[in-house]
Antibody, heavy 120, light 106 residues
Framework: EVQLVQSGAELRKPGESLNISCKGS????????IGWVRQMPGKGLEWMGI????????KYSPSFQGQVTMSADKSINTAYLQWSSLEASDTAMYYC?????????????WGQGTMVTVSS | IQMTQSPSSLYASVGDRVTITCRAS??????LAWYQQKPGKAPKLLIY???SLQSGVPSRFSGSGSGADFTLTISSLQPEDFATYYC?????????FGGGTKVEIE
């Protein structure tokens, strides 16, 4: 089955680091961009950035540039979203999603989401 | 680019025709997608390029518009359609979403 499977929920304290993952299966992972989307509790969708696992080329939203780091390990079909120092305001659901092939920057395959809770 | 959806919520009954609008702060050609999100679930792509139906999406969903004004229409609302709907522009980076429209049971 073509799918993206994300790592499980995380509870962290402010100032801690975190790395969440998104593993693709049953498709050519290195040929599709992977995007990250934040959804704060009870709120809408925010695009964070996008990475191409084939060569790790990436583009960040200005709102998230410098706040998070996207990476990918193509040998294990996995993309990552990393924080070096979490804040309470990072509490949210984070989704990875596959960008469609072609010219459209839209997302046709989504992970199940990873809930990140930052609390002292 | 700011994306503004209206209404933010609406009440409707099964069988109703439902229309949701999305306005961009500048012209975005036809570079617009619509997603459906149900509680506790990831978004699902419905429409891309303003009017192209994603594979597997029922034909009661349709999209229209170009430039700055767009519409998502559900021709006959079904029980499984009660959800929140988001538009997203892919004209340029950063990609941006509308604030969402929650479709609730009347």
């Amino acid at each position: 089955e073509v799918q993206l499977v994300q790592s499980g929920a995380e509870l962290r304290k402010p100032g801690e680091s975190l790395n969440i993952s998104c593993k693709g299966s049953a498709y050519s992972f290195t040929k599709y961009w992977i995007g990250w989307v934040r959804q704060m509790p009870g709120k809408g969708l925010e695009w964070m950035g996008i990475i191409f696992p084939g060569d790790s080329d990436s583009k960040y939203s200005p709102s998230f540039q410098g706040q998070v780091t996207m990476s990918a390990d193509k040998s294990i079909n996995t993309a990552y979203l990393q924080w070096s120092s979490l804040e309470a305001s990072d509490t949210a659901m984070y989704y990875c999603a596959r960008r469609v092939s072609g010219r459209n920057d839209v997302f046709d395959l989504w992970g199940q989401g990873t809930m990140v809770t930052v609390s002292s | 680019i700011q994306m503004t959806q209206s209404p933010s919520s609406l009440y409707a009954s099964v069988g109703d025709r439902v229309t949701i609008t999305c306005r961009a702060s500048q012209g975005i050609r036809s570079d617009l997608a619509w997603y459906q999100q149900k509680p506790g679930k990831a978004p699902k792509l419905l429409i891309y390029a303003a009017s192209s139906l994603q594979s597997g999406v029922p034909s009661r969903f349709s999209g229209s518009g170009s430039g700055a004004d767009f519409t998502l229409t559900i021709s006959s609302l079904q029980p499984e359609d009660f959800a929140t709907y988001y538009c997203q522009q892919d004209y340029n980076y950063p990609l941006t979403f509308g604030g969402g429209t929650k479709v609730e049971i009347e």
